[in-house]
C-alpha cells in the first residue's frame, strides 16, 4: 500500500499522539498509581517522565531509520516478507484490542455516572458510527479535529483544577517515600504500559510532512501527557485522600463534580465530560485507524477504506463483550493490563531496533538510505 505523504504537521502528531495514552490514563491511571504507591503516586509520575523521555528517543529514532515506512513495511524490509505480515497482524490485533477496551470503558462510564437507564449497546454504537466515519473520511480530517479539542480540553481540565487548590489538604501527600522501591516500581509498570500506546507513532511519522521534526516531539508529548496527569494525581490524593481515592472508579470525574465557586460556578463536570468523550473518540478513531492499516498491509490490500465499515461492526460488537462489567475492566486494566501490554509494546519494538541496528537496515550511508 503506497503512503499518501505530507499530510500531518508535527503540531498534530504530537497532539494525536498526547491525546491518544491521555484520554483514558486521566480516568484510571491516577486510581492505580494510589494503589500501589499511596500517597508517593506524584513520584511515580515524575519516574515516568523521565522514562518516556528515554524510551521515546530510540521509539522515534526508529521511525526516521526508515522514510516513507510504517513498522509493518520496515518488518518486511527485516523479518522477510511473511515475517513482516505476521508482525503486521499481531500490532492490528493489538491495536483493536485497545480500541474495543477504550470503547467500552467509555460506554461504561456514560452508562454509570450520567445515563444508567440507557442500555450500553446504544452508546458503543452511536460512538461507533461517528468513529466509523471519522477514519472513512482519513488520518487528516480527526488529526485536525484533535489539533483544536485536545489543547481546550488540558485547558479546561486546567483552569477547573485551580479552583480545587483551596480545599486540598497537602498534608496528605506526607509522609514522602513511605512505600517501598517495588511498590513505586509497580505503579511505574503499570503507567508505562499506557504510554507504550504511543508505539502508534511508528504509523504517524510517514505522514508528516517534515519528519525530521519528530525528535523535537518527545518532550513536548511527554510534558502534554505528565503535566495534568502530576496535577490530577496530586489534587486526588490532597483531596480524596490516597486510600479512597485508589477506590472511587472514576476518581477524575468525582474530583470535578466537587468545583465550586462561591455556589455559582458548578456543576461544570458535564463540560468537562463532554471534552473527555470527544477526546476518546479520538483516541479510538487513531487505534482503528492504525490497526486497519496495519490489517491491510499484512494482506496486501491497496486501501484500508474497504475494512472500516465492516472493522466497525466487529469492534463494536468486541467491545460489547469485552468485560462482563466494569469491575471487571478496572481489574484487567490493573493488572494483567501491565503484562499484556508491555509484552506486545516492546518485543515488538526491540525485535525490529535490534534488528535494524544489526542488519544496518535504513541506515543513510553516501547520501542514501538502505532499505
Same mark, same amino acid.
Given at each position: 500500500?503506497?503512503?499518501?505523504?505530507?499530510?500531518?504537521?508535527?503540531?498534530?502528531?504530537?497532539?494525536?499522539?498526547?491525546?491518544?495514552?491521555?484520554?483514558?490514563?486521566?480516568?484510571?491511571?491516577?486510581?492505580?498509581?494510589?494503589?500501589?504507591?499511596?500517597?508517593?503516586?506524584?513520584?511515580?509520575?515524575?519516574?515516568?517522565?523521565? &522514562?518516556? *523521555? !528515554? =524510551?521515546? @528517543? +530510540?521509539?522515534?529514532?526508529?521511525?526516521?531509520?526508515? #522514510? $516513507?515506512? %510504517?513498522?509493518?513495511?520496515?518488518?518486511?524490509?527485516?523479518?522477510?516478507?511473511?515475517?513482516?505480515?505476521?508482525?503486521?497482524?499481531?500490532?492490528?490485533?493489538?491495536?483493536?484490542?485497545?480500541?474495543?477496551?477504550?470503547?467500552?470503558?467509555?460506554?461504561?462510564?456514560?452508562?454509570?455516572?450520567?445515563?444508567?437507564?440507557?442500555?450500553?449497546?446504544?452508546?458503543?454504537?452511536?460512538?461507533?458510527?461517528?468513529?466509523?466515519?471519522?477514519?472513512?473520511?482519513?488520518?487528516?480530517?480527526?488529526?485536525?479535529?484533535?489539533?483544536?479539542?485536545?489543547?481546550?480540553?488540558?485547558?479546561?481540565?486546567?483552569?477547573?483544577?485551580?479552583?480545587?487548590?483551596?480545599?486540598?489538604?497537602?498534608?496528605?501527600?506526607?509522609?514522602?517515600?513511605?512505600?517501598?522501591?517495588?511498590?513505586?516500581?509497580?505503579?511505574?509498570?503499570?503507567?508505562?504500559?499506557?504510554?507504550?500506546?504511543? &508505539?502508534? *507513532? !511508528? =504509523?504517524? @511519522? +510517514?505522514?508528516?510532512?517534515?519528519?525530521?521534526?519528530? #525528535? $523535537?516531539? %518527545?518532550?513536548?508529548?511527554?510534558?502534554?501527557?505528565?503535566?495534568?496527569?502530576?496535577?490530577?494525581?496530586?489534587?486526588?490524593?490532597?483531596?480524596?485522600?490516597?486510600?479512597?481515592?485508589?477506590?472511587?472508579?472514576?476518581?477524575?470525574?468525582?474530583?470535578?463534580?466537587?468545583?465550586?465557586?462561591?455556589?455559582?460556578?458548578?456543576?461544570?463536570?458535564?463540560?468537562?465530560?463532554?471534552?473527555?468523550?470527544?477526546?476518546?473518540?479520538?483516541?479510538?478513531?487513531?487505534?482503528?485507524?492504525?490497526?486497519?492499516?496495519?490489517?491491510?498491509?499484512?494482506?496486501?490490500?491497496?486501501?484500508?477504506?474497504?475494512?472500516?465499515?465492516?472493522?466497525?461492526?466487529?469492534?463494536?460488537?468486541?467491545?460489547?463483550?469485552?468485560?462482563?462489567?466494569?469491575?471487571?475492566?478496572?481489574?484487567?486494566?490493573?493488572?494483567?493490563?501491565?503484562?499484556?501490554?508491555?509484552?506486545?509494546?516492546?518485543?515488538?519494538?526491540?525485535?525490529?531496533?535490534?534488528?535494524?541496528?544489526?542488519?544496518?537496515?535504513?541506515?543513510?550511508?553516501?547520501?542514501?538510505?538502505?532499505?
Amino acid at each position: 500500500m503506497s503512503l499518501e505523504k505530507g499530510r500531518l504537521s508535527s503540531r498534530q502528531v504530537m497532539f494525536l499522539v498526547a491525546n491518544m495514552v491521555f484520554a483514558t490514563e486521566v480516568q484510571f491511571v491516577p486510581a492505580f498509581l494510589t494503589k500501589y504507591a499511596g500517597q508517593d503516586a506524584w513520584v511515580v509520575v515524575l519516574i515516568v517522565t523521565v &522514562l518516556g *523521555i !528515554l =524510551f521515546g @528517543i +530510540p521509539i522515534i529514532s526508529l521511525g526516521l531509520r526508515f #522514510p $516513507g515506512k %510504517n513498522p509493518v513495511e520496515y518488518g518486511m524490509d527485516l523479518l522477510g516478507k511473511w515475517g513482516g505480515r505476521v508482525l503486521g497482524m499481531i500490532l492490528s490485533l493489538f491495536f483493536f484490542f485497545v480500541a474495543a477496551a477504550a470503547v467500552r470503558e467509555l460506554a461504561d462510564h456514560l452508562v454509570i455516572a450520567v445515563m444508567p437507564r440507557t442500555p450500553l449497546v446504544v452508546f458503543i454504537a452511536l460512538y461507533m458510527f461517528a468513529i466509523a466515519y471519522g477514519v472513512y473520511l482519513g488520518l487528516e480530517v480527526f488529526a485536525r479535529a484533535c489539533e483544536i479539542l485536545y489543547p481546550l480540553f488540558l485547558i479546561a481540565l486546567l483552569t477547573g483544577s485551580l479552583f480545587l487548590f483551596p480545599v486540598a489538604n497537602w498534608e496528605l501527600l506526607k509522609p514522602f517515600l513511605e512505600h517501598s522501591p517495588l511498590e513505586l516500581t509497580r505503579g511505574a509498570v503499570n503507567m508505562l504500559s499506557f504510554y507504550g500506546e504511543g &508505539l502508534a *507513532i !511508528l =504509523f504517524l @511519522i +510517514p505522514y508528516m510532512r517534515h519528519p525530521e521534526q519528530a #525528535p $523535537g516531539l %518527545n518532550l513536548k508529548i511527554t510534558l502534554l501527557l505528565n503535566v495534568p496527569i502530576l496535577t490530577m494525581v496530586m489534587l486526588q490524593i490532597a483531596t480524596f485522600g490516597d486510600i479512597e481515592n485508589s477506590r472511587i472508579l472514576f476518581p477524575s470525574f468525582e474530583l470535578v463534580k466537587m468545583i465550586s465557586v462561591a455556589g455559582f460556578f458548578e456543576r461544570v463536570e458535564a463540560f468537562l465530560l463532554a471534552f473527555w468523550v470527544t477526546t476518546v473518540c479520538l483516541k479510538v478513531s487513531l487505534l482503528f485507524y492504525t490497526a486497519l492499516i496495519a490489517f491491510a498491509q499484512s494482506v496486501n490490500l491497496s486501501d484500508h477504506r474497504p475494512l472500516v465499515w465492516p472493522g466497525a461492526v466487529i469492534l463494536a460488537a468486541f467491545a460489547t463483550l469485552i468485560f462482563t462489567d466494569v469491575a471487571q475492566a478496572r481489574g484487567f486494566l490493573s493488572t494483567t493490563w501491565n503484562i499484556f501490554a508491555l509484552s506486545v509494546e516492546m518485543s515488538v519494538f526491540i525485535l525490529l531496533y535490534i534488528l535494524a541496528l544489526l542488519r544496518k537496515k535504513g541506515v543513510p550511508k553516501t547520501g542514501e538510505t538502505k532499505e
